[in-house]
């Protein structure tokens, strides 16, 4: 049974600060990772994807993968309450594989 | 270009029932993938169909069905609705059949009462 797992939060930092979201999974094969962001009633949308171990920016974010540790991480830099928001870890085992498997999602409140 | 477009947003049904939903995928996919989200929870993989034929099928019964239709759309039907099937139903299209960076559309609501 492939697990990926969240604090469910709620995670609560202040306007311009460091926001810090990790997420750990059980299958060593896997080969994909995405962050997901998904405000109250709405679907789920794609903020970033990595792939490689290290770091990867894009913008305000930075996802960082450590394979040997199955760990994978969100900061959000100068956080904004417009990224209060569930953020929703999911991981696909590589080529040719068909399915995400999300993890439970972390509740993030930027206090303005 | 066109994204996931998903149809209807919102739908109530009476335990028992039988129930439809449909999914347009984004100009240019022939891969559609359906997940189901319960309050609370993170999307869990229902299904996924390529070239019309299904390609892959997570945890779920065989009262939950799809279809996939030669201009790509595509359909998940669930019969006899139990309470714990209320959710919302994601529908995600891609470019083939791997990868995983999808693009969602808005959901269905379903509620069974």
């Known amino acids: 049974q492939k697990e990926v797992e969240q604090n469910s939060g709620p995670l609560s930092v202040p306007e311009g600060a460091i926001a810090s979201l990790n997420c750990t999974y059980s299958?060593?094969?896997?080969?994909?990772f995405f962050w997901y962001r998904q405000y109250s009633g709405k679907s789920p949308e794609l903020i970033m994807f990595i792939y490689s171990n290290g770091d990867k920016e894009d913008g305000r974010f930075t996802a960082q993968l450590n394979k040997a540790s199955q760990y994978v991480s969100l900061l959000i830099r100068d956080s904004q309450p417009s990224d209060s928001a569930t953020y929703l870890c999911a991981v696909n085992a590589g080529a040719g594989s068909y399915q995400l498997t999300f993890g439970k999602g972390t509740k993030l409140s930027v206090i303005p | 270009e066109t994204g996931v477009t998903q149809s209807p947003t919102h739908l109530i049904k009476t335990r028992g029932q039988q129930v439809t939903l449909r999914c347009s995928s984004q100009?240019?996919?022939?891969?559609v993938s359906w997940y189901q989200q319960a309050l609370g929870q993170g999307p869990q993989f229902i299904f996924q169909?390529?070239?019309?034929?299904?390609?892959g099928r997570g945890n779920f019964p065989p009262r939950f069905s799809g279809l996939q239709f030669p201009n790509y759309s595509s359909e998940l039907n669930v019969n006899a609705l139990e309470l714990d099937d209320s959710a919302l139903y994601l529908c995600?299209?891609?470019?083939?059949?791997?990868?995983?960076?999808?693009?969602f559309g808005s959901g269905t609501r379903l509620t069974v009462v």
């Open positions: 100009s240019g996919h022939n891969t």
């Open positions: 169909y390529y070239r019309e034929e299904e390609n």
């Open positions: 995600a299209s891609s470019r083939g059949t791997g990868g995983g960076g999808y693009t």
């Open positions: 299958d060593r094969g896997s080969q994909s």
